[in-house]
């Protein structure tokens, strides 16, 4: 379509002059017509096709040059047809200029041409009147930019599909990031979960039948949980309570022998922000049930200025997701990288960090966007979860 506009206007504004010259002009003037045709087109191709291509302009602009000599110089050899030559050539030459140049230089290259075809056509032609100056001087610009908005258009379609493209592969990347984290975040919890819940009951079945029984049912619930969870993650929906999770957890420390400290700040938080939270009381049970060998763990919320603050804290060295060494920063196993995304979406941090000799500390913290209007229902520091010691 832009080849069939730029075409188009060429033919268009030419055939007029040519049917001119070919009517008033000798044999000279038509040979003079036919080099300045061919050498003033054949620039301007290579520049349409060159931007049409998107290919950038480099070094000094010979064609374009060789252009401007064929739309002014032959005037001279056609005596009093002279303005009839300029006035359909200046309009095709400023698309040329606008797409070869930058704006800068040419925009008063295209504000001179309009001057100078203004000033032509009402003084020079017999009859030349004050609109018919005006009306040129339009043409110009008119001309001109229609060659380059049809071309550039073009060009700016092209890069809109590569982008569409770009933005569909990086979305169905991202989806595929979600429902790998998501995966091993809420999964990694609840096979663990169940791993526990099946080593106790085969431990118990023929000592305890009766607690054996409850065992299993308790991992058939864990079991259906995450059936839903996978049926969430596969549905990009998935809603998590910060109270809920905690309780989970504290449940999931007990299977496991681990004594289990809760203190929650009484407050009320963004529903994005508790389920960041929620999601890092997942992470870290999940991690000091897999990967250490703590006897006691403490989860504790509190504000912190315009944040609000979590910890989980064990015992036990972490020896999995986080390393024989400390993990802070940027480091740490996919699990808390994955954290650290969650964290990072609601401008937050994830600090994960070895304590004394043997204890693990995750630290979670997340801004709240007013945090001066949070409630408290019943001072700071009290305990959202009434949460007694729980020993496994």
């Known amino acids: 379509m832009a080849i069939a506009v730029v075409g188009t206007i060429s033919v268009g504004f030419t055939i007029n002059l040519i049917a001119s010259v070919l009517m008033f002009g000798s044999l000279p003037h038509d040979g003079i017509m036919v080099v300045a045709m061919v050498a003033f087109f054949v620039p301007h191709y290579l520049h349409i096709r060159a931007a049409l291509r998107g290919?950038?302009?480099?070094?000094?602009?010979?064609?374009?040059?060789?252009?401007?000599?064929?739309?002014?110089?032959?005037?001279?050899?056609?005596?009093?047809?002279?303005?009839?030559?300029?006035?359909?050539?200046?309009?095709?030459?400023?698309?040329?200029?606008?797409?070869?140049?930058?704006?800068?230089?040419?925009?008063?290259?295209?504000?001179?041409?309009?001057?100078?075809?203004?000033?032509?056509?009402t003084t020079v032609p017999?009859?030349?009147?004050?609109?018919?100056?005006?009306?040129?001087?339009?043409?110009?610009?008119?001309?001109?930019?229609?060659?380059?908005?049809?071309?550039?258009?073009?060009?700016?379609?092209?890069?809109?599909?590569?982008?569409?493209?770009?933005?569909?592969?990086?979305?169905?990347?991202?989806?595929?990031?979600?429902?790998?984290?998501d995966l091993h975040d809420g999964l990694g919890h609840s096979l663990s979960a169940?791993?526990?819940?099946?080593?106790?009951?085969?431990?118990?079945?023929?000592?305890?039948?009766?607690?054996a029984a409850g065992e299993l049912e308790e991992l058939v619930r864990v079991a259906r949980d995450a059936a839903q969870d996978v049926r969430q993650v596969a549905r990009g929906f998935r809603e998590m309570s910060l109270s809920q999770e905690v309780d989970r957890g504290v449940a999931l420390l007990a299977a496991?022998?681990?004594?289990?400290?809760?203190?929650?700040?009484?407050?009320?938080?963004?529903?994005?922000?508790?389920?960041?939270?929620?999601?890092?009381?997942?992470?870290?049970?999940?991690?000091?049930?897999?990967?250490?060998r703590a006897t006691t763990c403490s989860i504790t919320t509190s504000l912190r200025g315009r944040a609000v603050r979590l910890e989980v804290v064990n015992d036990g060295r972490i020896e999995g997701d986080g390393g024989p060494a400390p993990v802070s920063g940027r480091s740490g196993g996919s699990g808390l990288a994955g954290l650290r995304e969650r964290a990072e979406q609601v401008g937050g941090s994830v600090v994960a960090e070895r304590v004394g000799d043997s204890g693990f500390r995750l630290v979670m913290e997340i801004p709240v966007p007013d945090a001066s209007s949070l409630g408290t229902a019943a001072g700071p520091g009290t305990s959202e979860l009434s949460q007694p010691e729980v020993t496994g």
């Open 55 to 121: 290919q950038a302009f480099r070094g000094f602009p010979v064609a374009l040059l060789v252009q401007a000599v064929a739309t002014y110089a032959p005037s001279l050899a056609f005596g009093g047809m002279w303005y009839f030559w300029i006035a359909p050539m200046v309009p095709i030459l400023m698309g040329s200029v606008l797409l070869r140049l930058r704006f800068a230089v040419a925009l008063p290259i295209v504000a001179c041409a309009m001057a100078v075809h203004a000033w032509v056509f």
């Open 126 to 181: 017999p009859g030349g009147s004050l609109s018919s100056g005006f009306y040129f001087a339009i043409t110009v610009f008119v001309t001109g930019f229609v060659i380059y908005a049809v071309t550039r258009l073009v060009v700016v379609t092209r890069e809109l599909e590569r982008a569409r493209a770009d933005l569909a592969e990086a979305a169905v990347l991202k989806e595929r990031l979600r429902i790998s984290r």
């Open 194 to 211: 169940i791993a526990l819940k099946g080593d106790l009951a085969r431990r118990l079945v023929e000592r305890d039948p009766v607690v």
């Open 256 to 292: 496991s022998g681990v004594r289990c400290h809760v203190n929650l700040a009484d407050v009320e938080v963004p529903k994005v922000v508790g389920e960041t939270l929620a999601w890092g009381v997942r992470e870290g049970i999940t991690n000091v049930v897999r990967h250490s």
